[in-house]
């Protein structure tokens, strides 16, 4: 056995002494690539976290997007994306002029809650006039009215360990072979809490319609148009977005967007 060491040795030695070095450069070299491969995805990748750290602290966490007075509303809010789901559910519950729904608050909270549409009507409301950036290169201004997510989030009692919440959408945004993709979004609990974060059931003083996410859509103030989630109707507390959809946070995200998509 130890003869057998020694020989490989002197085989290796012998090997780096003569051409055969050359082999091992190579090897060194692909080494290098595939770390610096490597680098290069990792930076990529470091990319969204850094513009998302950057724009944190830029920022602040509980900064206000810009409030317009009624008067900046000059069209009604322009709908895009869905604007008339076809899921057998969804189409049932809008038959019923949405009694049946239900808003749950799910995953990692103490208590797992569910709401009416009538229980977050008698909320505290709030309504706000701000504009819509849509990354289609379109902006609306519009009045959003609704309750706030913050403390809804509190009664169901996040638990500590929870980073993300995840809004579950009841729209096929795509039909695919395999099925339809059902629209999802994300946000970390800075914008969950965010004072201007409201489920809107209102818009420009009207019910909101099917077009624009009807009963319920949240309102991130402070990010582009996709992180907007129309016919939302699960908000799931999660400490990893990478089991939904294809892992990146949102149908957009998943298709190449910035997740953290601030403005
Ligand atoms: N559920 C769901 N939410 C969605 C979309 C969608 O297709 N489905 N589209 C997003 C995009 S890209 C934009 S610009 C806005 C459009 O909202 P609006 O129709 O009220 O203008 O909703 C966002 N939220
Ligand atoms: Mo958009």
Redesign the pocket.
Known sequence: MSGFQLNRRRFLTGAAATGSSLLLAGCDQFDFLSARDNQVRDIVEMANTLTYKVQRQLIGTQALAREFSSSEIRQG???????D?TTPEYLAMKANNFADYKLQIIGMVEQPLSFSLDELRNMPAKSQITR?D???GWS?IAKWTGTPLGPLLDMARVKPTARFAVYH???N?QKSLSGDII?Y?SSDLIDAYHPQSILSYG?NDQVLPV???API?LRIERA?????????HTIELVDDLTPFGKGHGG??EDNGYDWYGGI
């Open positions: 809010q322009r709908a895009n994306g869905s604007t789901p819509h849509c990354v289609e609306c959408c009841m729209d945004i629209y979004e818009l077009a624009n996410g859509r582009l148009g996709y992180k907007q989630p129309k016919y939302l149908y957009w």
